[in-house]
């Protein structure tokens, strides 16, 4: 019974060190996940729509779009507002509609012009069979989120999507360009922000504070990003120095792992089925590293990955990311 206790006590501590590692190394940044509500509410106001009170029924404009939208169809899961309809492709009724009751318009979350936002993928300009593979990826479950206060959206829209469905979508993606769509900012300070739509956002009150080791991804402008424009951009401040750390890295590893460069393209544009990296959000590729590190993405390329996440340091992420990020794509 003795040795049984010291066996069941070294468990434990063995288990709260590797826990300790896990969260050392985790890119906290990454995730504008908010806290849960309180137990048996529905968060400040209560009721089903969070104490936001009724639809804002006046009619929106962006400069340069010819159309008005209100934010309730901006936000229309199945009918989303497409302000330039110009940008891109005619949009397959599966990307612009979707098909209810699950599956939601892909250009819903991942906008007409496929660049998304920071809590989604950028898929604009991936190879069609790469987001073929991602897709049924999380429809079998051998990709998901590894933070399990973020929402398991792509499993939930995967379950009942078919392959016809898949494939079209991932045409139209894979048709467009990626183009520049992120701006990278070195700094020392950041303004302060607050989490809202699974996104950060800077809080416009005149303070600051030191941005430390993170990367703050941000609407380049707030009024436009709640309507969803899909030329407005965003804006990433990381820290100074962090560019030409990054670049060591992703170039050549710098005795750590092999460099991104070698898989991904000395562009990082991508190279074959390897996706691109270069000018995609940084918060969501970090959050792809975690993912791979903590087993939730087991599909066919984790093996190749796994061994580079679990080498990099949650500064390393920092360097990296703000180095793909500011790369012109």
């Known amino acids: 019974m003795r040795v049984t206790l010291i066996v069941f006590v070294v468990a434990v501590s063995c288990a709260g ?5 896990t969260d050392e190394q985790k890119p906290d940044w990454a995730y504008a996940v908010a806290p849960a509500p309180p137990p048996g509410g529905a968060g400040p106001g209560g009721g089903g729509r969070g104490g936001r009170g009724a639809p804002d029924p006046t009619p929106r404009t962006l400069p340069g779009s010819r159309f008005q939208f209100t934010p309730a169809q901006v936000r229309n899961n199945f009918d ?4 330039f309809p110009e940008d891109h492709p005619a949009m397959p009724d599966i990307v612009a509609h979707g098909r209810a009751p699950a599956v939601k318009a892909c250009a819903f979350c991942h906008m007409p012009n496929g660049k998304g936002r920071p809590e989604n993928a950028p898929v604009a300009g991936l190879q069609k069979d790469y987001i073929v593979r991602q897709l049924q990826e999380f429809k ?18 995967t379950a009942t999507m078919t392959d016809e469905e898949m494939e079209t979508a991932a045409a139209y993606f894979a048709s467009m360009p990626w183009t520049p769509w992120i701006r990278v900012v070195e700094t020392e300070a950041v303004k302060k922000t607050r989490i809202a739509g699974q996104m950060f956002h800077l809080v416009e009150d005149g303070t600051t504070e030191p941005i430390g080791s993170r990367i703050v991804e941000a609407p380049e402008d707030e009024a436009a990003e709640q309507l969803r424009s899909p030329r407005a951009g965003f804006v990433a401040y990381v820290p100074v120095g962090a560019i030409k750390r990054g670049e060591a890295l992703a170039t050549t590893g710098a005795r750590k792992v092999i460099a991104c460069t070698a898989c991904h393209g000395s562009d990082l544009r991508g190279l074959g089925p390897v996706p691109a990296l270069a000018g995609r959000s940084p918060s969501y590729l970090a959050r792809q590293i975690n993912d791979f590190r903590q087993g939730t993405r087991q599909g066919v390329w984790a093996p190749l990955m796994v061994p580079v996440a679990n080498a990099l340091s949650a500064s390393d992420l920092v360097d990296i990311f703000a180095y793909t990020a500011s790369r012109q794509p």
């Open 80 to 83: 989303p507002a497409d302000w």
């Open 17 to 21: 060190v590797w826990a300790q590692v």
């Open 140 to 157: 079998t479950g051998a990709r998901k989120t590894a933070e399990p206060r973020k929402p398991n959206d792509m499993g939930q829209i």
